[in-house]
T-cell receptor
């Protein structure tokens, strides 16, 4: 079952612009994770935010979490062509046994 | 180098011919899992393992088997592959399911 759902499905921007992706989920979580996938390759972990955190930064990435709205957002500032990839959010179920991924947002950054 | 390896990376087979995709990690992780990725459906978990000899079904286990006889290895077995199992498969490992997942490079399978 899909727990996280990303929005938008696809996003096209110019280099230097900011990109914002959103993730909504349905049940209570322990943490929420964001991953990046370059075309057809393995997923790479970007950032993990725990349920008691509201905001987290890592380089040009900023993640927010609103547990009352069951949503998270990933902001990439000053985007580069190399940021072109698919971005997925993932949540852990209440039994701490499975990680469920959303369908992802495809980001295209044009030079 | 800490990594998750999968073999083979690409595989073309025919319906009904048993195959195994291997997965190995060198990080001493207890948790390992298999996902399939299909266009428009994202990643869906097939099986996971919390530790040696402990495996359980994910969201889409039908047609697949796994085993966890050693901590580092978690092979995915397709006893009788069918065309609807054509997909991109990923193995992942982590210390625990709620922690960062480390993914292998993927295995692209085509079942004719």
């Amino acid at each position: 079952s899909q727990q996280g759902e990303e929005d938008p499905q696809a996003l096209s921007i110019q280099e230097g612009e900011n990109a914002t992706m959103n993730c909504s989920y349905k049940t209570s979580i322990n943490n929420l994770q964001w991953y990046r996938q370059n075309s057809g390759r393995g997923l790479v972990h970007l950032i993990l935010i725990r349920s008691n955190e509201r905001e987290k930064h890592s380089g040009r990435l900023r993640v927010t979490l609103d547990t009352s709205k069951k949503s998270s957002s990933l902001l990439i500032t000053a985007s580069r062509a190399a940021d072109t990839a698919s971005y997925f959010c993932a949540t852990v179920n209440s039994g701490y046994s499975t990680l469920t991924f959303g369908k992802g947002t495809m980001l295209l950054v044009s030079p | 180098e800490a990594q998750v390896t999968q073999n083979p990376r690409y595989l073309i087979t025919v319906t009904g011919k048993k195959l195994t995709v291997t997965c190995s990690q060198n990080m001493n992780h207890e948790y390992m899992s298999w996902y399939r990725q299909d266009p428009g459906l994202g990643l869906r978990q097939i099986y996971y393992s919390m530790n040696v000899e402990v495996t359980d079904k994910g969201d889409v286990p039908e047609g697949y088997k796994v085993s966890r006889k050693e901590k580092r290895n978690f092979p995915l077995i397709l006893e009788s592959p069918s065309p609807n199992q054509t997909s991109l498969y990923f193995c992942a490992s982590s210390p625990r399911p709620q922690e960062t997942q480390y993914f292998g490079p993927g295995t692209r399978l085509l079942v004719l």
